[in-house]
Structure formats: structure tokens, C-alpha cells
């Protein structure tokens, strides 16, 4: 089991940055894929990032890619979404999910098993 609470939302105009957090309980983080999805009213729930258990690489969507940044840290079991250069199309819920041994497979929020509650973020601007 992997419970995961996520922090660091808030309210940003355009071009500011925020890092989220999320931190998760029980001892199956190290062998779990961590990932980052978002929702926006009306939109489906999108694939932002991800980190596979092992390490190895880090997916970014497109629509992100070189303004966000995941890291982990195992020792303190928490993951991390640094975002820079924010767009109002950044707004959204933005949701950490995990699943045990994700190594990169498919990355459709149907494929993870443990979810945190969410957290706003608002870019105006």
C-alpha cells in the first residue's frame, strides 16, 4: 500500500514558478513508479510526468517538457514537480499517482493504483 498526499499549490501569474510535493507513506515507494497527472474542467485527466521506479529516465508530456522538472527522494519518501515558466493552460488539479514496479509502461491514469487528493494550481494572466 502507498498513501500520497500532495502540497504546494497555489496561485502564480504567468512566467512564475511553483514546486509541488508529494509525499507518500508505506514502504513500497522505492519500488514504485511515481508519476504526475493534471486535470482541467471539462478536460481529461493528462500525463504530465513520470519517474519510473527504477530510475532509469524521466517521461515529460510535450506540452511540458523543458519547464518541468520531477525528482524523488527515497530516503524521505517524497517526489517532487518543480514547474517554471508557468502558463494559464498549466491550470489544472494536478494529482501524484503511483504504481508498484512502473518502469515507463503505459501511462494512462487507469494503469496506477494508489492516487493523492490533488492540488490547485491557478496560473492568471
Known amino acids: 500500500q502507498v498513501q500520497l498526499v500532495e502540497s504546494g499549490g497555489g496561485l502564480v501569474q504567468a512566467g512564475g514558478s511553483l514546486r509541488l510535493s508529494c509525499a507518500a507513506s508505506?514502504?513500497?515507494?522505492?519500488?514504485?513508479?511515481m508519476v504526475w497527472f493534471r486535470q482541467s474542467p471539462g478536460k481529461e485527466r493528462e500525463f504530465v510526468g513520470g519517474?519510473?521506479?527504477?530510475?532509469?529516465?524521466?517521461y515529460y508530456a510535450d506540452s511540458v517538457k523543458g519547464r518541468f522538472t520531477i525528482s524523488r527522494d527515497n530516503a524521505k519518501n517524497v517526489m517532487y514537480l518543480q514547474m517554471n515558466s508557468l502558463k494559464p493552460e498549466d491550470t489544472a488539479v494536478y494529482y501524484c499517482?503511483?504504481?508498484?514496479?512502473?518502469?515507463?509502461?503505459?501511462?494512462?491514469?487507469?494503469?496506477?493504483?494508489?492516487w493523492g487528493q490533488g492540488t490547485q494550481v491557478t496560473v492568471s494572466s
Open positions: 499517482a503511483a504504481k508498484r514496479f512502473w518502469d515507463g509502461g503505459p501511462k494512462n491514469d487507469r494503469n496506477f493504483d494508489y
Open positions: 508505506g514502504r513500497a515507494f522505492i519500488t514504485s513508479g
Open positions: 519517474m519510473p521506479w527504477s530510475g532509469s529516465i524521466t
